[in-house]
């Protein structure tokens, strides 16, 4: 069965305190990885795709890189618009669809 | 570009009823599908749409129904309502099936079943 972890389930940081959010993924064939961004009563936001180990992708204070076994979302000195829920998702086999971790509870702190 | 909508934003419900939640999705976007995300899990695939076909479905009871309209907005049909039916219905589109086109999330319903 495809499964995704995702750690911590929550994390507190101060204003520009960087740090990593991890996401272990156990499936038989990865097509693709996804990371979303979730605000509290809102959908999920889409923020990368990443496809093959080694592969890397930023957007703004955000980095994420993807190996065989698991993926993590950086974060460069975070602001307290940076709190949210992250979730991890992945997809097998083409049009299969995505598999969700439980997600990181992040909250920013001034 | 118009992203992807639903309503109504919350409803309550009691248990044994049905409810019918709905869906445009993102200009251009042919495939549609439903998640449905209990409070501090991630989204739980119920199933998926491609030109009015279902697609694919997840381990959900068959009294969660779907319909997928020519203009690809969708509806979510729930029957005989229970307790654990209450959650956040995640509707979200796609520029077509498989990997290169990832999902767009609306903001979803809000259901409470008492």
């Known amino acids: 069965e495809d499964q995704v972890t995702q750690s911590p389930e929550a994390l507190r940081l101060q204003e520009g305190e960087s740090s990593s959010l991890n996401c272990s993924y156990t499936?038989?064939?990865?097509?693709?990885l996804f990371w979303y961004r979730q605000d509290p009563g809102k959908g999920p936001e889409f923020l990368f795709t990443?496809?093959?180990a080694g592969e890397e992708k930023e957007k703004e204070r955000l980095k994420a890189t993807l190996t065989k076994k698991e993926s993590f979302l950086h974060i460069t000195a975070p602001k307290p618009e940076d709190s949210a829920t992250y979730l991890c998702?992945?997809?097998?086999?083409?049009?299969?669809?995505?598999?969700f971790g439980k997600g990181t509870r992040l909250s920013v702190i001034a | 570009e118009t992203g992807v909508t639903q309503s109504p934003t919350h409803l309550i419900k009691t248990r044994g009823q049905q409810v019918t939640l709905r869906c445009s999705s993102q200009?251009?976007?042919?495939?549609v599908s439903w998640y449905q995300q209990a409070l501090g899990q991630g989204p739980q695939f119920i199933f998926q749409y491609y030109r009015e076909e279902e697609n694919g479905r997840g381990n959900f009871p068959p009294r969660f129904s779907g319909l997928q309209f020519p203009n690809y907005s969708s509806e979510l049909n729930v029957n005989a309502l229970e307790l654990d039916d209450s959650a956040l219905y995640l509707c979200?589109?796609?520029?077509?099936?498989?990997?290169?086109?990832?999902?767009?999330f609306g903001n979803g319903t809000r259901l409470t079943v008492t």
């Open positions: 998702a992945v997809q097998v086999r083409g049009n299969t669809p995505l598999v």
């Open positions: 979200a589109s796609s520029l077509a099936r498989g990997v290169n086109s990832p999902l767009h």
């Open positions: 499936v038989s064939g990865l097509r693709g």
């Open positions: 200009s251009g976007h042919n495939t």
């Open positions: 990443l496809y093959s």
